[in-house]
């Protein structure tokens, strides 16, 4: 069974940066779309950016684009999300997920079978 643990969330200041790692195990990752989510409090959980089993293909939200970048390596079996010019909007639970998929990702939560207990992140001055 595939698992999934997020870590390198914490506090930030506005304009400062964060990477967040998601470590599987279980499982080679190599056959996983991953996707990146997060959920502030009372609001939905967004999608911000996923990426291919491969790594050859990668989406990111508007409200991210820019800023974010995800990068995988799969002989470590890990992902990563690169954080740059933090906004506090950006303050939420971040959460990685993993789908079998052969090509592409989806950058919608309800496609993930496996998810990560979260990692927040606290941006503020």
């Known amino acids: 069974q595939l698992q999934l643990v997020e870590s390198g969330g914490g506090k930030a200041q506005p304009g400062g940066s964060l990477r967040l790692s998601c470590a599987a195990t279980?499982?080679?990752?190599?056959?996983?779309?991953i996707g990146w989510f997060r959920q502030a409090p009372g609001k939905e959980r967004e999608g911000v950016s996923c990426?291919?089993?491969?790594?050859?293909?990668?989406l990111y939200a508007d409200s991210v684009t820019g800023r974010f970048t995800i990068s995988r390596d799969n002989d470590k079996n890990m992902v990563y999300l690169q954080i740059d010019s933090l906004k506090p909007e950006d303050t939420a639970v971040y959460y990685c997920?993993?789908?079998?998929?052969?090509?592409?990702?989806?950058?919608?939560?309800?496609?993930?079978?496996?998810w990560g207990q979260g990692t927040q992140v606290t941006v503020s001055s």
């Open positions: 997920a993993a789908t079998i998929l052969v090509a592409g990702c989806y950058d919608h939560h309800s496609h993930y079978d496996h």
């Open positions: 990426i291919s089993s491969s790594g050859d293909y990668t």
């Open positions: 279980g499982l080679p990752l190599e056959y996983y779309a």
